[in-house]
Nanobody
């Protein structure tokens, strides 16, 4: 059974950086990062094939966020650079063991969540101007 626990959120000024971590147990095939701002739908941010090289990003974070993994530690990271106030949200790590990450290719970020069945508690990221 897959479980995930995220950490690393916090407050930062616009233009700054933060790195989120997600430790997984079990055997996920794909792990992803999502975010949900107050009053908005949860949306996918990035996904990575566990043990592979395929990464997928939402257009809103391309070039600023990087998802990576340390297979030895069963941990996935989200490096967030050039943060803006629009990035303020609760960030969630998610995992799924049934489908490859390619399941979200071509899907709107708001649709990604239906492909993931295991969720962390979330970590708050606040970006101030």
């Amino acid at each position: 059974q897959v479980h995930v626990v995220e950490s690393g959120g916090g407050s930062v000024q616009a233009g700054g950086s933060l790195r989120l971590s997600c430790a997984a147990s079990g055997y996920p095939r794909c792990m992803g990062w999502f975010r949900q701002a107050p009053g908005k739908m949860r949306e996918g941010v990035a996904a990575i094939a566990v043990g592979g090289v395929r990464t997928i990003y939402a257009d809103s974070v391309k070039g600023r966020f990087t998802i990576s993994q340390d297979n030895a530690k069963n941990t996935v990271y989200l490096q967030m650079n050039s943060l803006t106030t629009e990035d303020t949200a609760m960030y969630y790590c998610a995992a799924q063991a049934q489908w490859p990450c390619t399941a979200v290719v071509g899907k709107e970020p708001a649709e990604w969540s239906k492909f993931f069945g295991v969720w962390g508690q979330g970590t708050q990221v606040t970006v101030s101007s």
